[in-house]
C-alpha cells in the first residue's frame, strides 16, 4: 500500500499542475474549492486522476465535500478506499 505521505505528494503535484497559481500557494489543508484554486470542471479532472492513479472507484455517496476540499481530505478519502479494496 502506498505511505501517506507518498499519496499526499503526488496528489499535491497532480492539483499544483492543474491550477493556475504559484505552487507554494497550495498547502495541504489549502481548501482548494472554497479559495477558488479548482472549479467543477478541475473537480471532474481530479476525480479522473484519483480513480486512474490509484484504481480507485468513485461512487455517488463519495461527493462530499468533506472527502475533497484539501489535500489532506483527499488523501484521507483515498487510503478509505484502498483499504476497503484490500
Known amino acids: 500500500m502506498i505511505r501517506e505521505n507518498q499519496l499526499k505528494e503526488r496528489i499535491h503535484q497532480f ?24 472549479d467543477s470542471m478541475g473537480f471532474i479532472t481530479l476525480i479522473t486522476f484519483l480513480e486512474d ?5 468513485t461512487e455517488d455517496r463519495d461527493f462530499i465535500e468533506e472527502n475533497f476540499e484539501s489535500i489532506n481530505a483527499i488523501a484521507g ?3 478509505q478506499k484502498l483499504a476497503v479494496k484490500t
Open 77 to 79: 478519502y483515498v487510503n
Open 53 to 57: 492513479e490509484f484504481q480507485v472507484k
Open 15 to 38: 492539483i499544483k499542475e492543474n491550477t493556475y497559481t504559484e505552487p507554494e500557494n497550495i498547502q495541504h489543508d489549502t481548501l482548494i474549492f472554497k479559495e477558488g484554486y479548482f
